[in-house]
């Protein structure tokens, strides 16, 4: 069965030493199987601290990024393999068995113009070398499509499945996310029915960003599509209560989120997402 997760910034910006404590602890208490560690500056992390309090608190890890401006695809691609290679490395010493999100390029950063072959090319030649990296360090390497105002480079599920296809590399999975399929897909669940066996993540966002049930995502048809493609991935609760500076800008997040901050997207988003799964035969058994 697919595991529940919750996003780190429901809980901290930061993934120091004080943010690991936080987040885990509170994950612990709301019965979740793993945590998404927002790895942006993968040379910062305390690694064995994180393993460590996550094997005390019976969690499992998981990572994401956005490409820094400085290692950014397809501007700086000896930069952004670089970048890459060192958040696998600490990916796989946190014991995660994947890192994902905007891997392919940095958030915020468009060009005005549809992208163009020639930086697919340059994507695809970048990613398929890390993925193999990845591979051999026994990691898969997610693709997460954002919307227009994010990135000219991946809006869709279906973009997502051609640059996969175009890579060639069989670790490498589409990482879906509701917020931006709100905005970009044509539905939940044909979206999720043309990734198919490629979805393997998937980011359980309201439309504002705030507390699941709370918005207009159409959370029946998001798990109907889940369940029709039987998807055994992971899903993840996605708020951003706390941003990290670094991306706050380009995400526009200018407002709270969710009026009760982390105890209300936890406390009533996360049971409502439960629900829905369970509905659809998606639900795990462990409960805070």
């Given at each position: 069965?697919?595991?529940f997760g919750v996003h780190t910034f429901v809980w901290t910006a930061d993934w120091?030493?004080?943010g690991a404590e936080t987040a885990l602890s509170q994950a612990a208490a709301a019965?979740?199987?793993i945590v998404e560690v927002a790895l942006l500056r993968p040379a910062e992390v305390?690694?064995?601290?994180?393993?460590?309090?996550?094997?005390?608190?019976?969690?499992?890890?998981?990572?994401?990024?956005?490409?820094?401006?400085?290692?950014?695809?397809?501007?700086?691609?000896?930069?952004?393999?670089?970048?890459?290679?060192?958040?696998?490395?600490?990916?796989?010493?946190?014991?995660?068995?994947?890192?994902?999100?905007?891997?392919?390029?940095?958030?915020?950063?468009?060009?005005?113009?549809?992208?163009?072959?020639?930086?697919?090319?340059?994507?695809?030649?970048?990613?398929?070398?890390?993925?193999?990296?990845?591979?051999?360090?026994?990691?898969?390497?997610?693709?997460?499509?954002?919307?227009?105002?994010?990135?000219?480079?991946?809006?869709?599920?279906?973009?997502?499945?051609?640059?996969?296809?175009?890579?060639?590399?069989?670790?490498?999975?589409?990482?879906?996310?509701?917020?931006?399929?709100?905005?970009?897909?044509?539905?939940?669940?044909?979206?999720?029915?043309?990734?198919?066996?490629?979805?393997?993540?998937?980011?359980?966002?309201?439309?504002?960003?705030?507390?699941?049930?709370?918005?207009?995502?159409?959370?029946?048809?998001?798990?109907?599509?889940?369940?029709?493609?039987?998807?055994?991935?992971?899903?993840?609760?996605?708020?951003?209560?706390?941003?990290?500076?670094?991306?706050?800008?380009?995400?526009?997040?200018?407002?709270?989120?969710?009026?009760?901050?982390?105890?209300?997207?936890?406390?009533?988003?996360?049971?409502?997402?439960?629900?829905?799964?369970?509905?659809?035969?998606?639900?795990?058994?462990?409960?805070?």
């Amino acid at each position: 069965m697919p595991r529940f997760g919750v996003h780190t910034f429901v809980w901290t910006a930061d993934w120091d030493r004080a943010g690991a404590e936080t987040a885990l602890s509170q994950a612990a208490a709301a019965g979740v199987d793993i945590v998404e560690v927002a790895l942006l500056r993968p040379a910062e992390v305390d690694v064995a601290h994180s393993r460590a309090l996550a094997a005390r608190h019976g969690i499992a890890l998981t990572c994401s990024l956005g490409l820094p401006p400085e290692a950014s695809l397809p501007d700086h691609p000896a930069a952004a393999e670089s970048f890459l290679r060192q958040a696998l490395a600490v990916t796989a010493a946190l014991g995660a068995k994947s890192l994902s999100g905007v891997t392919y390029g940095t958030i915020g950063r468009v060009t005005g113009k549809p992208v163009t072959e020639q930086e697919l090319d340059i994507i695809a030649t970048v990613l398929r070398s890390v993925a193999r990296h990845a591979a051999g360090l026994g990691l898969t390497l997610g693709l997460e499509p954002c919307n227009r105002y994010e990135t000219h480079l991946l809006n869709t599920g279906r973009q997502a499945v051609s640059l996969i296809e175009r890579i060639g590399e069989p670790n490498l999975f589409v990482h879906l996310d509701t917020y931006h399929m709100n905005i970009e897909e044509k539905g939940f669940e044909a979206a999720i029915l043309d990734c198919g066996r490629h979805l393997r993540y998937i980011h359980l966002s309201e439309s504002d960003r705030g507390t699941p049930g709370s918005g207009n995502v159409d959370w029946d048809s998001v798990f109907s599509g889940l369940a029709r493609i039987g998807f055994d991935g992971d899903m993840v609760l996605e708020s951003f209560v706390h941003l990290h500076p670094d991306i706050a800008r380009a995400l526009c997040v200018w407002r709270p989120v969710a009026a009760g901050g982390a105890a209300e997207v936890v406390g009533t988003g996360l049971p409502f997402l439960r629900d829905k799964a369970r509905a659809h035969g998606l639900a795990r058994t462990r409960n805070p």
